[in-house]
């Protein structure tokens, strides 16, 4: 397997970065992740304004043209033979004397990896998934995303030990934020779609962007808004998006079956419109 570090394609096996990389001292860093889907990068428009928006937040500059980092992101899927699987990008703020101060003459570090990946088990498609719910013990910048993840690591760990495959983080005013590497979506009984508006308490995801565009082409209701953990025990259908899934039912919620239990239609119709819109078919 090969990796890319600042400027180099180098062995997976040696790759690696300063032990005073602020990534690893501070988490002072921004990723994005990218599907490879048949070959298409997927939304990969929407995933590198969304990493410019977040270097901007970080007031970490470019570490190379973005039509370089594409260039990069190709080159690392090649020669990783990756038709089907994931582009991990991370940035930060490089290598610096430990000091919480931003370096004078900072050298952000930019990696590039890659992997094959099944995006969803067929058995994930056909049963749903469930999801527990857990406090967001997150901070109040979440619409960034920054490489300091542990909430969302405990939180994952709390779901694989409850049997779950993920964890829904909910406010202290008993709404969901969102998963812990995913956006959260239910159907009302009305059939409306519903998946909390993009402010600094989710991350703004860009398979949600893409859903929610798609939902509207397709003339299916949605609201932007928060629903409480009461509203998604009592909805039709439950699901949840990112990169690595698109959109997969969520059949339980913390033991309770979701609906009837089974996934539903506009999850299913929400899956397909996602990946015509990507220009492929189902990797499942
Ligand atoms: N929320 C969080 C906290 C995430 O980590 C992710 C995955 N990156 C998402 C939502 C989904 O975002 P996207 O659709 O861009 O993968």
């Given at each position: 397997r090969t990796a890319?570090v600042?400027?180099r394609y180098v062995a997976h096996g040696d790759a690696h970065?300063?032990?005073?990389?602020?990534?690893?001292?501070?988490?002072?860093?921004?990723?994005?992740?990218?599907?490879?889907?048949?070959?298409?990068?997927?939304?990969?428009?929407?995933?590198?304004?969304?990493?410019?928006?977040?270097?901007?937040?970080?007031?970490?500059?470019?570490?190379?043209?973005?039509?370089?980092?594409?260039?990069?992101?190709?080159?690392?899927?090649?020669?990783?033979?990756?038709?089907?699987?994931?582009?991990?990008?991370?940035?930060?703020?490089?290598?610096?004397?430990?000091?919480?101060?931003?370096?004078?003459?900072?050298?952000?570090?930019?990696?590039?990896?890659?992997?094959?990946?099944?995006?969803?088990?067929?058995?994930?498609?056909?049963?749903?998934?469930?999801?527990?719910?857990?406090?967001?013990?997150?901070?109040?910048?979440?619409?960034?995303?920054?490489?300091?993840?542990?909430?969302?690591?405990?939180?994952?760990?709390?779901?694989?030990?409850?049997?779950?495959?993920?964890?829904?983080?909910?406010?202290?005013?008993?709404?969901?934020?969102?998963?812990?590497?995913?956006?959260?979506?239910?159907?009302?009984?009305?059939?409306?779609?519903?998946?909390?508006?993009?402010?600094?308490?989710?991350?703004?995801?860009?398979?949600?962007?893409?859903?929610?565009?798609?939902?509207?082409?397709?003339?299916?209701?949605?609201?932007?808004?928060?629903?409480?953990?009461?509203?998604?025990?009592?909805?039709?259908?439950?699901?949840?998006?990112?990169?690595?899934?698109?959109?997969?039912?969520?059949?339980?919620?913390?033991?309770?079956?979701?609906?009837?239990?089974?996934?539903?239609?506009?999850?299913?119709?929400?899956?397909?419109?996602?990946?015509?819109?990507?220009?492929?078919?189902?990797?499942?």
């Amino acid at each position: 397997r090969t990796a890319y570090v600042n400027g180099r394609y180098v062995a997976h096996g040696d790759a690696h970065v300063h032990i005073e990389d602020r990534g690893f001292q501070f988490a002072d860093g921004v990723y994005e992740v990218v599907s490879v889907v048949d070959g298409v990068f997927a939304d990969e428009d929407g995933h590198l304004a969304r990493l410019s928006r977040s270097l901007n937040e970080l007031e970490l500059p470019w570490p190379m043209h973005p039509m370089s980092l594409r260039f990069v992101m190709r080159e690392v899927a090649r020669r990783n033979r990756v038709r089907n699987g994931l582009v991990y990008v991370q940035i930060t703020r490089g290598q610096a004397p430990r000091d919480f101060r931003f370096p004078v003459d900072p050298a952000p570090t930019l990696v590039v990896t890659c992997r094959s990946t099944k995006f969803s088990a067929p058995q994930q498609l056909e049963k749903g998934v469930s999801v527990i719910t857990i406090p967001d013990i997150r901070w109040a910048r979440r619409d960034i995303k920054s490489v300091a993840l542990l909430p969302q690591v405990l939180g994952k760990q709390r779901a694989a030990e409850a049997g779950a495959f993920e964890a829904w983080q909910v406010d202290p005013d008993g709404t969901v934020t969102e998963g812990c590497s995913s956006n959260a979506w239910i159907v009302t009984n009305e059939g409306v779609l519903v998946t909390r508006a993009a402010s600094t308490r989710i991350l703004n995801g860009i398979t949600r962007l893409s859903l929610l565009a798609e939902a509207e082409a397709a003339g299916i209701p949605f609201e932007e808004r928060a629903f409480t953990v009461e509203e998604a025990y009592a909805a039709r259908e439950a699901l949840i998006s990112s990169a690595s899934t698109f959109c997969v039912p969520v059949t339980r919620i913390d033991g309770k079956p979701v609906g009837d239990g089974v996934p539903g239609p506009l999850g299913r119709r929400l899956r397909q419109a996602y990946l015509a819109h990507v220009g492929v078919d189902d990797p499942v």
